[in-house]
């Protein structure tokens, strides 16, 4: 249920009323009694983004998460194959004993 503003034209009173969108709008002010109440235009209600923070990825489709996914995996068997070639390349041969 929405809140609206109304003014009176009356006396001036302003004040915010939380009602129904098919309740019809009140006419009479609460302040000086007279039937001068009107429904004021407001800008309306604004989305709030409230929390730690929204990103991009937060809201991706199935199939994407399953590529992404898919390219992890792929990704890791190279990286670890390139770690043994550099270890295999760093030992030294080794030395034998002169007598």
């Known amino acids: 249920m929405p809140t609206y503003d109304y003014r009176c034209d009356a006396c001036g009173h302003e004040l915010e009323i939380f009602q129904s969108m098919t309740e019809s709008a009140k006419r009479k002010c609460p302040e000086c009694g ?17 929390g730690s923070g929204f990103y991009q990825t937060d809201y991706r489709s199935d199939s994407y998460k399953k590529a992404a996914e898919a390219d992890k995996k792929a990704s890791k068997p190279e990286s670890t194959e390139k770690k043994k ?5 760093d030992a030294k041969p080794p030395q034998s004993k002169a007598s």
């Not at 007279?34 to 409230?50: A, V």
């Not at 070639?85 to 390349?89: E, I, R, S, V, Y």
């Open 34 to 50: 007279k039937l001068k109440l009107r429904r004021q235009i407001g800008s309306g209600g604004g989305i709030l983004f409230k």
């Open 85 to 89: 070639d550099a270890k295999a390349g």
